[in-house]
């Protein structure tokens, strides 16, 4: 397969050691779209200073139970669009915004899933985001190129179960890779 034509929807981006771009440095970022558009993700270990049951009380949607994990952190997404929430989930529910992605992902963009969330009955696993990270058509493809990104197949455990200071490293070395060993050089074969 060329890099032109893959499709890296449900993949995982995961930044090389020397791609040092702020918001970008270290980044693990979920693929939720790509197409001949471009493509469009969600950066999945940038915790911002914004706890999640802030953000309820902030949108007026007061827990009815206890949250699970009440000080989890919304994360920075992207730097596009910062002011729009996304939620990445387990399973598949009735709301309204919802873009499959992969066999049990979704991404939601709307609020009836926050509210579903605060009233216990929304997804068990998810990750609550402002932003979100987009690519024009062939940029992506050209940074893949330009060897600032590595690929892996998206892992429930490192978008749901690690702590996010330890996801970029775990998402290299489930590709079998010690970053350490890593070059900086780009090459091709």
Do not use: C
């Not at 994990?69 to 994360?75: A, F, M, N, S, T």
């Amino acid at each position: 397969m060329t890099l032109p034509d893959a499709n890296l929807a449900n993949q995982l981006l995961v930044a090389m050691p020397e791609l040092d771009d702020g918001l970008f440095s270290r980044a693990v970022i979920y693929v939720f779209r790509h197409d001949k558009e471009g493509a469009a993700g969600l950066i999945v270990n940038h915790p911002s200073d914004v706890r999640f049951d802030h953000l309820l009380q902030e949108m007026r949607l007061p827990p009815l139970k206890p949250l699970a994990r009440p000080e989890q952190p919304v994360l920075v997404g992207g730097p596009v669009h910062p002011e729009l929430g996304f939620v990445l989930h387990r399973g598949h529910g009735p709301w309204t915004s919802t873009l499959l992605s992969g066999e049990d992902l979704a991404i939601t963009h709307s609020r009836d899933v926050l509210d579903a969330i605060s009233q216990g009955h929304g997804p068990e696993d998810y990750l609550v985001s402002l932003g979100y990270a987009g690519w024009a058509p062939g940029q992506l493809e050209q940074e893949l190129a330009d060897n600032a990104w590595l690929t892996a197949p998206a892992s429930e455990r490192v978008l749901f179960e690690l702590p996010y200071e330890t996801r970029w490293e775990e998402a290299i070395k489930q590709l079998g890779l010690d970053w350490r060993l890593m070059s900086h050089e780009v090459g091709h074969a």
